[in-house]
């Protein structure tokens, strides 16, 4: 069951401030988040002399360009406790990065700081129509991970009925959610593709049998493709939510049921986009790296923290009536961009061929490797376990329409191999699906 298209928000008196009005709370808060940060952290102070600005050169939100940056190798270096602005003692919380891409990073959190986080999953979740009434099934991973506890603080205030699953144990998740009658899912939208996989496996029929009706899925890229998908296998509404522990978790950008982008919570961060190369300013509606500043953050504040995420931003009205500007889906991660003969290829490029095709299932492992000095692009694409056909001509014929497609969207030939269905791992959190053999 959909869910019908309502547009409750749950703080409009930031949700649908003028424009003019959050630019100016904006420049306030940003005045007092740099005096913080100068005061009581060492590597802001160096940094801002180094620059010779001081807290006072920064007036509102037309200055942030003169700023520093700060990078994942900062909390690195400082971990752990080197950029706390706040004195320990009012630390009430840890959280750290899963670590995708190297060593894991922690944020402390003031008690201040966990209600933000917790107002910014409830914006989401009334955004995909959740109200006290609902009964939200969290299976993204409860621990350091921020998905978790982060969908359960914004379930809970939001008044819903929360169960706390946890990620993975397939079978009995969807046993709770059949007996329960979950009504909306938070989980990464790969594991929401298990889930969806593994219901049809179990010979339930989402829509006479469960009663989900949309879902809060992020923590990892997905295609516009891949939510068609989702939403067919649960017969959900499928709703973005981005985040990263160094801001918060998530929540700090979802989207309403218009799904038209992600709404940027700005009375709490500032968004910046930039060239990565020369770190200019981009203007709106440009693709580049998301930047963004904390205004409201006591424990661990960030100034122009660069996510290595790609999108747009999109100032226009929404039709749901919020006043925030959107970010686009993220087309990748700078580093997660493969260079293959001398292309720029994101797996999101991949995935959107792939989930577009009729007779394949939406998984898929790409391997990158280098044989006689040249790059190797090799797409293992499942069967579909329900519509397969082993005919050789029908099999060759996906084959082909995969690799014209990948030639198109991609812009190099890909090795495209079919593998039997259910043979590629499944993932219960972020999805691994790349394999270069280069970097060994
Ligand atoms: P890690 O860097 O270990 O993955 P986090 O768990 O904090 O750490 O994840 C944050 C990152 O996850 C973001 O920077 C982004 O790359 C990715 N991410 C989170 N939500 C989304 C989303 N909705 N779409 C695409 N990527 C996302
Ligand atoms: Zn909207």
């Keep these: 069951m959909k869910a019908p298209k309502t547009h409750n928000i749950l703080s409009p008196e930031y949700e649908c401030m003028s424009r003019d009005a959050i630019r100016q709370l904006q420049g306030e808060r940003l005045r007092k988040v740099v ?18 600005i001081k807290p006072e050169d920064i007036k509102g939100v037309e200055d942030l360009r003169y700023l520093p940056f700060t990078n994942k190798t900062d909390l690195r270096d400082e971990f752990p406790f080197g950029l706390l602005a706040a004195p320990k003692s009012e630390i009430v919380r840890i959280q750290g990065s899963s670590g995708t891409t190297g060593k894991p990073i922690v944020s402390g959190y003031t008690q201040n700081d966990v209600d933000v986080w917790t107002e910014m999953v409830a914006r989401a979740l009334v955004a995909a129509g959740g109200t006290k009434e609902d009964i939200v099934q969290v299976c993204y991973g409860y621990g350091l991970f921020t998905g978790g506890l982060g969908a359960h603080q914004g379930a809970t205030k939001i008044g819903a009925m929360t169960v706390p699953m946890s990620s ?43 009663k989900l009706k949309s879902g809060c899925f992020g923590a990892e890229p997905w295609s516009e493709e891949m939510r068609g998908k989702i939403e067919e296998l649960l017969d959900i509404d499928a709703c973005d939510i981005y985040g990263l522990t160094e801001i918060a978790g998530p929540g700090v950008a979802f989207e309403c049921l218009e799904k038209k982008g992600m709404h940027i919570n700005e009375d709490h961060v500032i968004p910046e986009i930039i060239d990565p190369v020369t770190e200019e300013q981009l203007p709106y509606g440009t693709a580049g790296e998301l930047v963004f500043t904390t205004i409201t953050k ?143």
């Design 168 to 210: 993975g144990n397939t079978q009995r998740q969807i046993m709770m959610m059949k007996e329960l009658g979950s009504t909306m899912l938070c989980c990464t939208p790969s594991y929401a593709t298990y889930l969806g996989e593994t219901i049809r496996d179990m010979g339930i029929d989402p829509k006479k049998e469960l």
């Design 35 to 52: 005096k913080r940060e100068y005061d009581n952290v060492p590597i802001y102070r160096e940094r801002m002399d180094a620059k010779g």
């Design 298 to 440: 006591e424990g661990m504040p960030m100034l122009r923290y660069r996510t290595h995420d790609i999108c747009v931003i999109n100032a226009e009205p929404c039709a749901c009536g919020r006043t925030t500007v959107r970010m686009g889906r993220i087309t990748g991660r700078t580093d997660d961009m493969m260079v293959i003969r001398g292309v720029n290829v994101f797996p999101s490029q991949i995935e959107s061929v792939i989930v577009s095709v009729k007779g394949v299932a939406p998984f898929y492992m790409i391997i990158v490797d280098r044989v006689n000095y040249t790059d190797t692009l090799e797409i293992q694409v499942e069967l579909d376990g329900e519509n397969f056909s082993d005919t050789v001509s029908d099999l060759e014929k996906i084959r082909n329409e995969i690799a014209e497609k990948i030639k198109s969207v991609v812009g190099i030939s890909a090795k495209i191999t079919l593998v039997n269905a259910k043979s590629l791992p499944r993932s219960e959190g972020k999805a691994k699906r790349v394999i270069d053999n280069r970097k060994i």
